[in-house]
Nanobody, 123 residues
Framework: QVQLVESGGGLVQAGGSLRLSCAAS????????MGWFRQAPGKEREFVAA????????SYADSVKGRFTISRDNAKNTIHLQMNSLKPEDTAVYYC????????????????WGQGTQVAVSS
């Protein structure tokens, strides 16, 4: 069983920054792909960024490339999502996820999910 707990969401003005964190239980990094997804009101959950198993490669959604950075702290079993140059369209609930299937696929590729953290960007 994998448990994931997100933190770091909040309200920020457009152009600002936030850093999300996801604390994972167990030997998560060595066995699972780790990713961030988001879901805006009335929209489907979408891929944002992810590490493949072991963290050897990363991928980002086109909408966040150059603005968001995913990183990891192996000693603390934690991953982060640094979000810069935030836009109103980044407003969503952000979820951390762990999975054993395709790392850069959709939400169905991930088995375990955190509770989500709200990010709101004002214009």
């Amino acid at each position: 069983q994998v448990q994931l707990v997100e933190s770091g969401g909040g309200l920020v003005q457009a152009g600002g920054s936030l850093r999300l964190s996801c604390a994972a239980s167990g030997r998560t990094f060595s066995s699972y792909n780790m990713g961030w997804f988001r879901q805006a009101p009335g929209k489907e959950r979408e891929f944002v960024a992810a590490f493949s198993v072991g963290g050897y490669s990363t991928s980002y959604a086109d909408s966040v490339k150059g603005r968001f950075t995913i990183s990891r702290d192996n000693a603390k079993n934690t991953i982060h999502l640094q979000m810069n140059s935030l836009k109103p369209e980044d407003t969503a609930v952000y979820y951390c996820a762990a999975g054993r299937h395709r790392p850069y696929g959709g939400p169905a590729e991930y088995e375990y999910w955190g509770q989500g953290t709200q990010v709101a960007v004002s214009s």
